[in-house]
């Protein structure tokens, strides 16, 4: 018999990555995983095809393409990367294609990785938070959570994903040397814990709610890794870099003007986080996460398989 086919947006990233490779790693072997790519001979998709994923091509922006690389799966894993192009016009209009082809595709369950949007809670005419782009409050967020409406009528799981702590290596947001020469973490959250996760677990929770069947369609399903305040993390980052890291916060009114793309709209967002921490934090319970992948890695281990990568990340910092 023919296994079932999960499709898999993003399959060369990091969440959809994850999820290919716990699709194959599987002793089950209960599903049959298409890697979707605009890339199919890329490094990274040339290494998937290796292990036993089937590559296709796929762009979120050609319709037409998606349609064929959804064709005759069971399950599709979507994600979108506002971070490529800083556009949350386009990732909703991305999202848009994405429900279009899975409807033609008349595929059975739909994973749909997203986040909270948070004009919800802080209308655009609310002070506490200023307006970006015109429309949005936190442009990353917002466009996800305003496209989760049109996976309605669709056999949907919404995937609420939380802080990458891959962050710290790939985004800049790790420890950095201050001017006396000790290491400091920014991280603007006050004493409010986190959630985070690493990247690579997202797409092994993906691949729980898929193995479970038709559970959690019609559901939102939080994850996260733990939940730690920016002193617990820096506790974690001494033991692993074998010195002193110091928490540092600040009003988040100052990080908006750090001056890196993105800044205001990561300002933003940590202000969500800290202005609804219960909220937030409630929606991304860990023993659930841990239900869907027994395997979820805690801070301390992630920092432990990248120890190497957060030394080489310093090194790279004035």
Not at 85 to 111: G, K, L
Not at 124 to 138: A, E, F, G, I
């Given at each position: 018999?023919?296994?079932?086919?999960?499709?898999?947006?993003?399959?060369?990233?990091?969440?959809?990555?994850?999820?290919?490779?716990?699709?194959?790693?599987?002793?089950?072997?209960?599903?049959?995983?298409?890697?979707?790519?605009?890339?199919?001979?890329?490094?990274?998709?040339?290494?998937?095809?290796?292990?036993?994923?089937?590559?296709?091509?796929?762009?979120?922006?050609?319709?037409?393409?998606?349609?064929?690389?959804?064709?005759?799966?069971?399950?599709?894993?979507?994600?979108?990367?506002?971070?490529?192009?800083?556009?949350?016009?386009?990732?909703?209009?991305?999202?848009?294609?994405?429900?279009?082809?899975?409807?033609?595709?008349?595929?059975?369950?739909?994973?749909?990785?997203?986040?909270?949007?948070?004009?919800?809670?802080?209308?655009?005419?609310?002070?506490?938070?200023?307006?970006?782009m015109q429309r949005y409050k936190v442009p990353h967020f917002d466009a996800k959570g305003e496209a989760d409406a049109l996976f309605r009528g669709l056999p949907t799981t919404l995937l609420r994903t939380s802080f990458y702590w891959d962050n710290l290596i790939h985004f800049g947001m790790g420890p950095r040397r201050g001017e006396e020469g000790s290491l400091i973490f920014l991280l603007p959250m006050g004493e409010h814990p986190l959630p985070?996760?690493?990247?690579?677990?997202?797409?092994?929770?993906?691949?729980?709610?898929?193995?479970?069947?038709?559970?959690?369609?019609?559901?939102?399903?939080?994850?996260?890794?733990?939940?730690?305040?920016?002193?617990?993390?820096?506790?974690?980052?001494?033991k692993v870099l074998g010195e002193p890291v110091r928490h540092v916060t600040m009003p988040h009114a100052v990080y908006a003007q750090l001056g890196f793309p993105g800044a205001e709209d990561l300002a933003n967002m940590f202000q969500y986080k800290c202005d609804f921490n219960a909220e937030f934090r409630a929606q991304r319970p860990v023993a659930l996460s841990r239900e869907l992948h027994p395997g979820l890695l805690s801070f301390g281990q992630w920092l432990a398989l990248h120890r190497d990568g957060l030394r080489a990340s310093l090194q790279e910092k004035p």
């Amino acid at each position: 018999m023919t296994k079932p086919i999960i499709a898999v947006v993003g399959a060369t990233g990091a969440q959809g990555g994850g999820l290919v490779r716990s699709i194959l790693a599987d002793p089950d072997r209960e599903f049959e995983v298409r890697a979707i790519s605009r890339k199919t001979d890329s490094p990274a998709a040339r290494e998937l095809a290796a292990k036993g994923a089937a590559v296709v091509f796929g762009d979120l922006d050609d319709p037409a393409s998606l349609e064929r690389a959804f064709k005759g799966a069971h399950g599709l894993f979507a994600v979108t990367n506002f971070w490529e192009h800083f556009s949350p016009e386009r990732e909703y209009s991305q999202a848009q294609n994405i429900v279009d082809a899975a409807r033609r595709a008349d595929v059975a369950h739909v994973v749909w990785s997203t986040l909270e949007d948070t004009r919800e809670r802080v209308p655009l005419h609310d002070k506490r938070m200023p307006t970006l782009m015109q429309r949005y409050k936190v442009p990353h967020f917002d466009a996800k959570g305003e496209a989760d409406a049109l996976f309605r009528g669709l056999p949907t799981t919404l995937l609420r994903t939380s802080f990458y702590w891959d962050n710290l290596i790939h985004f800049g947001m790790g420890p950095r040397r201050g001017e006396e020469g000790s290491l400091i973490f920014l991280l603007p959250m006050g004493e409010h814990p986190l959630p985070g996760i690493a990247a690579v677990d997202i797409g092994a929770c993906a691949f729980g709610i898929f193995k479970r069947g038709s559970r959690f369609i019609g559901q939102t399903v939080g994850i996260a890794g733990e939940h730690l305040t920016g002193s617990a993390m820096s506790a974690e980052l001494s033991k692993v870099l074998g010195e002193p890291v110091r928490h540092v916060t600040m009003p988040h009114a100052v990080y908006a003007q750090l001056g890196f793309p993105g800044a205001e709209d990561l300002a933003n967002m940590f202000q969500y986080k800290c202005d609804f921490n219960a909220e937030f934090r409630a929606q991304r319970p860990v023993a659930l996460s841990r239900e869907l992948h027994p395997g979820l890695l805690s801070f301390g281990q992630w920092l432990a398989l990248h120890r190497d990568g957060l030394r080489a990340s310093l090194q790279e910092k004035p």
